[in-house]
């Protein structure tokens, strides 16, 4: 079931935003005549490794000149990226991975060959399933460019402040998963473009509904109050 509505999902959505994606496309191609197309390898379900698709919103190559996670006041983003990571329209050309089946519409976010390197037991659980477009984590931390912008080593940052959290939550959610909650998770992160303290207001409220651990519903409670924790 999760399946089929995975391929409705990203077959309708790809309908809608086709138009947005070709005018995004054009404009990063304009701004320096590369390729627009950011492909990465990510580990997916089982350990399996896949090419995992964005709009580029970085200089080309710009993995060789800087640490694997961004921030917002990262030099290598260009102007016409943090207009697509503001409004997460990146992530959109990943609905072309849910069609092929690498990833699902929610589930946890994929990492790379050596983030998942450093993956213990717990974390491991975070394979089980197909990686996602969105999730829980999406949600709470859609401020993460944010956040580590206030640390001079973001991958620090990242690995300290970030992933635990991250992996917690993606472990609550490959123990919970449901078509239930894979719809609520979709309609919450749409909510947070416009309203992250609302969106992580009844994301607290639904966790707390279903028994999450309360040291996850505190967290997403004083991330709704406070806004980033003061990271």
């Known amino acids: 079931m999760k399946r089929l509505i995975d391929i409705i999902i990203a077959i309708i959505a790809l309908m809608v935003f086709t138009p947005i994606l070709i005018l995004c496309t054009f404009l990063i191609w304009l701004q320096d005549f590369k390729n627009p197309i950011y492909v990465s390898q990510r580990i997916g379900k089982n350990f ?10 970085m200089i080309p190559n710009a993995e060789l000149f800087g640490s694997d996670s961004t921030s917002n006041n990262d030099k290598r983003i260009t102007s016409i990226g943090h207009l697509l990571r503001k409004w997460k329209l990146d992530e959109l050309t990943q609905l072309i ?11 946890p976010r994929p ?11 717990f974390e491991r659980r975070l394979l089980k399933v197909r990686p996602g477009i969105t999730d829980a984590a999406s949600i ?5 460019g944010e956040i580590l912008a206030r640390h001079k080593k973001p991958d620090e940052a990242y690995n300290y402040l970030i992933r635990p959290w991250k992996s917690k939550l993606g472990v609550w959610y490959v123990d919970n998963q449901s078509t239930v ?3 609520q998770i979709t309609l919450l992160t749409g909510l947070a ?5 609302a969106a992580l207001n009844i994301l607290a409220f639904v966790m707390t509904r279903m028994n999450a651990p309360r040291e996850l519903t505190s967290f997403v409670k004083i991330k709704a109050r406070k806004g980033c924790l003061g990271y």
């Open 97 to 107: 991975n849910v069609l092929f089946g690498s990833m699902s519409v929610v589930g």
């Open 193 to 197: 473009l416009f309203s992250r303290r």
């Open 48 to 57: 399996v490794k896949f090419k995992m698709f964005k709009l580029r919103t």
């Open 181 to 183: 909650l894979d719809l």
């Open 111 to 121: 990492n790379t060959a050596n983030e998942c390197a450093k993956y213990d037991c």
């Open 140 to 144: 709470i931390f859609s401020n993460e």
